[in-house]
């Protein structure tokens, strides 16, 4: 564990927390000194172990079930987190969905599923979130993107409509917001070692694409949320930082 707590009475909401590299942000940012609010949609128990591992090193964190893509269970969330921990001061926009199917064959429920928690979700999240930032006298907005933003994907065709579109916000808000002191960035992640091996199945080692010549690891995506949340990152935002080993360079 670090000995630096630069966010030290700070609150960070963190969604889709529960595994891979959004547990590894809450576990990366309770390091950093903040209170972290672990939200997931359905997976209890894995962001109730997120908490527990929290607690156990001396940090503070609690659970906050909700679906981001509704709304009003957002609006109670993000009261729930005001009235349990006093502020909001970062969110970081990590849930999402990864399917599958080519753009022929997709129906219109199926292109609004990515969609629908991607953009709809950072909608209701940044609309709950910022005037509590703005109470608190600033904060951080750090989104989730990835390649297939710029690169695209076959047969993820919406995702990587609604990646873009993250992006979009992203700069959007990061020029509405910066004379209230609150930055907005994106983190889009490589190829990660958190890709199921199922769906890598039958395909060329994506290793081999990767100058560095791995896969990421979902604690280095970790650290460079908690930069862009901290003190060291107070001149950087609307900006897209890609961590990817090289694999798309620009």
Known sequence: MSTSKELAGKVALVTGAGRNIGRATALALADAGA???????????????????????????E???????????????????????????FLVLNASVRSEKPFTEMTYEEWRVPLSITLDGAFYLAKACI??????GGGSIVTLGGM?????????????????GLVGLTRGLARELAPQGIR???????????????????????????????????????????????????????????????????
């Open 63 to 89: 659970v906050f079930m909700a679906d981001i893509a509704d709304g009003a269970a957002v609006r109670a969330m993000v009261d729930g987190i005001v009235k349990r921990f006093g502020r909001v001061d």
């Open 148 to 164: 297939v933003s710029l690169s695209g994907a076959a047969r993820r065709v919406h995702g990587s409509v609604a990646k873009h």
């Open 184 to 250: 907005a960035n994106c983190v889009a992640p490589g190829t990660m070692n958190t890709l199921r091996a199922a769906d890598r199945s039958g395909r060329p080692d994506p290793a081999k694409a990767i100058p560095i010549g791995r896969m990421g690891e979902a604690e280095e995506i970790a650290t460079t949320v908690r930069f862009l949340c901290g003190p060291g990152a107070s001149y950087i935002t609307g900006q897209t930082i890609h961590v990817n080993g090289g694999q798309m360079m620009f």
């Open 35 to 61: 209170a972290v609010a672990v939200n997931t949609r359905k997976s209890r128990e894995d962001a109730e172990k997120v908490v527990q591992e929290i607690r156990a090193a001396g940090g503070q964190a």
């Open 131 to 136: 005037p509590e930032m703005i109470k608190a």
